[in-house]
């Protein structure tokens, strides 16, 4: 006996249904089935198999559950560029420093009397020039490629042509202010090549990816030539501390003392400038992003021996680009061979302290932010239910 449709009685016969009741439905030629939501006549009638529905090919799970991409990857909307924060300040404060530093040259250069001290206060200025040109293209190309990023274009080439042709920029506008204010002799072609070089350099060095390192290295290196500039107020009450009398031995030790002691200062002043832009950057980015992950102490490290790094690049500047300047300096007299190779070895000195120094300073402020570990010996305090 079987069962009738309709109808609520079991079935009687002991022996399973034969599988021919039910045709099987193949995947390739399974017919279009229709959806659970919608009752259909048959279903009201009890004509229609009793099988679970057949979910339609392709199909992940319910309506009510998102399907995800079968290869892993996240839309490129939900994590948004890392930005340097305060890029146009800095750019600004970079290129109003350059400027200044290109007024003063020019001064200095015209108020000597003759030429051959003019070639020797260039050979002095120079290096003041190139690292001012150097952080000003840096600034003025993350500035650019800050722009790019927050419009969501973060290719990496891309950025590394946009860093360039924002250092070409300045470098261009900077060659053109020195051949144009500065007087026409061969000194101002030596200065306006090198400083054209230090900028588009600077600004290759913009096109890294981490944006936000780069940005504090700057604000670090702007800080730390500010600072030196201030500094040199207070040489002279440092001379006679340390002992500056009026034998040789007394005043070069005192020179010595008065440079280490600029140098320690200035590397302080990186580190320190270099965690607080760091901290800002990733407080910005946990208000506007709370998935942003915070820089971890590779990137302190990095930021607080940035500005040393910038010394020791700007060095190399000057004695390539330079060079003919530099010789033409020492050649003037035996005096002045000696003040030219001491003022380099002082400046490598002093970008070799500064790069140390901040980043010491930039790993230990980093370390007070962390709490104490915690350790597998500790007890873990029990939750009371109620």
């Given at each position: 006996?079987?069962?009738?449709?309709?109808?609520?009685?079991?079935?009687?016969?002991?022996?399973?249904?034969?599988?021919?009741?039910?045709?099987?439905?193949?995947?390739?030629?399974?017919?279009?089935?229709?959806?659970?939501?919608?009752?259909?006549?048959?279903?009201?009638?009890?004509?229609?198999?009793?099988?679970?529905?057949?979910?339609?090919?392709?199909?992940?799970?319910?309506?009510?559950?998102?399907?995800?991409?079968?290869?892993?990857?996240?839309?490129?909307?939900?994590?948004?560029?890392?930005?340097?924060?305060?890029?146009?300040?800095?750019?600004?404060?970079?290129?109003?420093?350059?400027?200044?530093?290109?007024?003063?040259?020019?001064?200095?250069?015209?108020?000597?009397?003759?030429?051959?001290?003019?070639?020797?206060?260039?050979?002095?200025?120079?290096?003041?020039?190139?690292?001012?040109?150097?952080?000003?293209?840096?600034?003025?190309?993350?500035?650019?490629?800050?722009?790019?990023?927050?419009?969501?274009?973060?290719?990496?080439?891309?950025?590394?042509?946009?860093?360039?042709?924002?250092?070409?920029?300045?470098?261009?506008?900077?060659?053109?202010?020195?051949?144009?204010?500065?007087?026409?002799?061969?000194?101002?072609?030596?200065?306006?090549?090198?400083?054209?070089?230090?900028?588009?350099?600077?600004?290759?060095?913009a096109g890294a990816r981490n944006a936000p390192v780069v940005g504090a290295v700057v604000a670090?290196?702007?800080?730390?030539?500010?600072?030196?500039?201030?500094?040199?107020?207070?040489?002279?009450?440092?001379?006679?501390?340390?002992?500056?009398?009026?034998?040789?031995?007394?005043?070069?030790?005192?020179?010595?003392?008065?440079?280490?002691?600029?140098?320690?200062?200035?590397?302080?002043?990186?580190?320190?400038?270099?965690?607080?832009?760091?901290?800002?950057?990733?407080?910005?980015?946990?208000?506007?992003?709370?998935?942003?992950?915070?820089?971890?102490?590779?990137?302190?490290?990095?930021?607080?021996?940035?500005?040393?790094?910038?010394?020791?690049?700007?060095?190399?500047?000057?004695?390539?680009?330079?060079?003919?300047?530099?010789?033409?300096?020492?050649?003037?007299?035996?005096?002045?061979?000696?003040?030219?190779?001491?003022?380099?070895?002082?400046?490598?000195?002093?970008?070799?302290?500064?790069?140390?120094?901040?980043?010491?300073?930039?790993?230990?402020?980093?370390?007070?932010?962390?709490?104490?570990?915690?350790?597998?010996?500790?007890?873990?305090?029990?939750?009371?239910?109620?």
């Amino acid at each position: 006996m079987t069962k009738q449709p309709g109808s609520s009685a079991p079935a009687e016969s002991d022996r399973p249904a034969p599988a021919a009741d039910v045709p099987p439905v193949e995947q390739d030629t399974a017919p279009e089935l229709t959806s659970a939501s919608e009752p259909t006549a048959a279903a009201d009638d009890g004509l229609a198999p009793d099988r679970p529905a057949v979910p339609a090919r392709g199909s992940t799970g319910t309506a009510d559950q998102p399907t995800e991409a079968q290869d892993g990857s996240t839309d490129a909307s939900d994590s948004a560029p890392a930005v340097a924060p305060g890029t146009p300040l800095l750019a600004l404060l970079a290129l109003g420093w350059l400027a200044a530093m290109l007024w003063s040259t020019r001064e200095v250069i015209n108020s000597a009397a003759a030429g051959l001290t003019a070639i020797s206060l260039s050979a002095f200025a120079l290096p003041g020039v190139i690292s001012a040109a150097l952080v000003a293209g840096a600034a003025f190309a993350l500035f650019g490629v800050d722009l790019l990023a927050r419009r969501g274009s973060d290719r990496v080439t891309l950025r590394f042509v946009a860093a360039i042709g924002s250092g070409l920029l300045i470098a261009l506008a900077a060659a053109f202010a020195i051949n144009l204010t500065y007087a026409d002799n061969a000194t101002t072609n030596v200065i306006a090549g090198t400083t054209a070089a230090a900028a588009t350099i600077g600004g290759a060095i913009a096109g890294a990816r981490n944006a936000p390192v780069v940005g504090a290295v700057v604000a670090a290196a702007l800080g730390t030539l500010l600072f030196v500039v201030a500094f040199s107020q207070a040489r002279d009450p440092l001379f006679d501390l340390f002992g500056a009398g009026d034998t040789q031995e007394s005043l070069l030790s005192a020179a010595k003392w008065v440079s280490r002691t600029e140098s320690l200062l200035a590397g302080l002043v990186a580190g320190l400038l270099a965690f607080g832009y760091l901290t800002w950057a990733r407080r910005r980015a946990a208000r506007e992003d709370g998935a942003a992950s915070a820089p971890r102490w590779p990137a302190y490290l990095l930021a607080g021996a940035g500005p040393g790094l910038f010394l020791l690049l700007a060095e190399v500047i000057i004695r390539v680009g330079g060079r003919s300047l530099l010789d033409l300096a020492g050649a003037l007299s035996e005096a002045d061979a000696v003040a030219q190779t001491s003022l380099g070895t002082s400046r490598i000195d002093n970008g070799i302290w500064v790069l140390f120094v901040g980043a010491l300073t930039a790993m230990i402020a980093f370390g007070r932010t962390l709490g104490p570990a915690r350790s597998d010996d500790d007890p873990v305090e029990a939750v009371e239910t109620p």
